[in-house]
């Protein structure tokens, strides 16, 4: 039987430290034709369902368990997964669309040819629901994963309790990275788990904020991870693909219901803060959270906030929901 959403709540409550946070429960799931690999912390019967979605490219590794085991201690059941052509999920045999050339058609307002869409990896995520048994979940998505969480309460609002997007875009033209940004994403593939693990610490040291030190030694370990695991080159190429092909988001979303909070640093030179500024004001049940010094990262001493932040915003949609329901 399926939890109202308040029962999710005060169950998880009750159990949030019931599960040891080291433990992790790995496995992998269909959802069409791709299978997805995934991560659960936490209790899948009790905890409230989390789903992280992470950054172009990015494998869940990048979740820290740390960070989702904060989660966990506020009663969530965290999933973080692997996108479809990254990490040990499926990769595709399909053609990795030069960026150069996606990005020119992009700005030129010129169709963009791509494998996959923005919205087809949301139905990945929608599959992962389903497959899972949660019905609908509270979804926290990260840069490229936000754009994928807007997909998801655009076009699978009944699989959304609540959206969290963080230092993401609307997906207008007007929202461009710095060239730096750029540069530090197209990067030459590493040929050692160590160079992969010190790529990872020199793209934050761009990409990231000054308000907070880099964690060097957490983002080598993350990269050096993400190497043994598998790098996809192709993979990324196509998700900057989806991304350019996927284009402008803005009337849509102007017509989302679901409870969104928008998290974005105040020095993202990946998407500027008006970027968040603007999906705030386009989003009719939006919540707005600049973070003063924030790049686009997000360090560790900023986890307790991100995480009270999240659950405030899950406990009041929930508390909508069961409202609603109880109307």
Same mark, same amino acid.
């Not at 923005?118 to 490229?144: E, K, N, P, R």
């Not at 991100?306 to 949609?317: F, G, K, L, P, Q």
């Given at each position: 039987?399926? $939890?109202?959403?308040?029962?999710? $709540? ?27 690999? %995934? ?51 499926? $990769? ?23 494998? %996959?869409? +923005?919205?087809?990896? /949301? ?28 997909? +998801? ?19 207008? $033209?007007? %929202? ?49 991870? /993400? %190497? ?46 008006? /970027? ?52």
């Amino acid at each position: 039987m399926r $939890r109202s959403p308040a029962a999710w $709540r005060d169950a998880g409550a009750a159990i949030g430290h019931g599960l040891p946070v080291t433990e992790i429960r790995t496995s992998r799931v269909n959802v069409g034709a791709v299978e997805l690999a %995934y991560d659960l912390f936490g209790d899948i019967e009790h905890g409230r369902p989390l789903v992280l979605i992470m950054g172009i490219g990015a494998q869940r590794v990048l979740w820290d368990d740390e960070l989702c085991a904060q989660f966990v201690g506020r009663g969530f059941c965290v999933v973080r997964f692997d996108h479809r052509d990254i990490g040990e999920s499926s $990769r595709l045999d399909a053609p990795a669309p030069h960026p150069g050339r996606a990005l020119a058609r992009r700005m030129l307002g010129v169709r963009v040819a791509a494998p %996959y869409s +923005l919205s087809d990896m /949301a139905g990945d995520v929608a599959g992962l629901i389903d497959a899972l048994g949660f019905g609908a979940a509270h979804i926290v998505g990260a840069s490229l994963g936000g754009m994928v969480g807007q997909h +998801l309460a655009i076009e699978h609002p009944a699989r959304v309790r609540s959206l969290t997007s963080i230092m993401s875009s609307p997906g207008a $033209r007007r %929202y461009l990275p710095e060239p730096k940004a750029l540069r530090a994403l197209f990067r030459p593939l590493p040929t050692s788990a160590e160079e992969a693990g010190e790529q990872a610490a020199q793209t934050f040291r761009v990409i990231g904020g000054t308000a907070w030190p880099v964690d060097v030694d957490r983002l080598r370990r993350a990269g050096a991870l /993400a %190497y043994q695991r598998g790098l996809s080159p192709h993979g990324f190429l196509r998700h900057f693909a989806a991304v350019m092909a996927s284009g402008d988001r803005r009337s849509r979303l102007r017509d989302v219901q679901v409870p969104t909070l928008i998290i974005h640093g105040s020095r993202d030179p990946m998407f500027p803060l008006r /970027a968040g500024r603007d999906l705030a004001r386009l989003m009719p049940h939006a919540t707005w959270l600049p973070i003063a010094g924030m790049g686009h990262d997000m360090p560790s001493p900023l986890w307790p906030t991100i995480v009270a932040a999240v659950t405030r915003h899950a406990d009041r949609a929930d508390d909508r929901a069961a409202a609603r329901a109880a109307s």
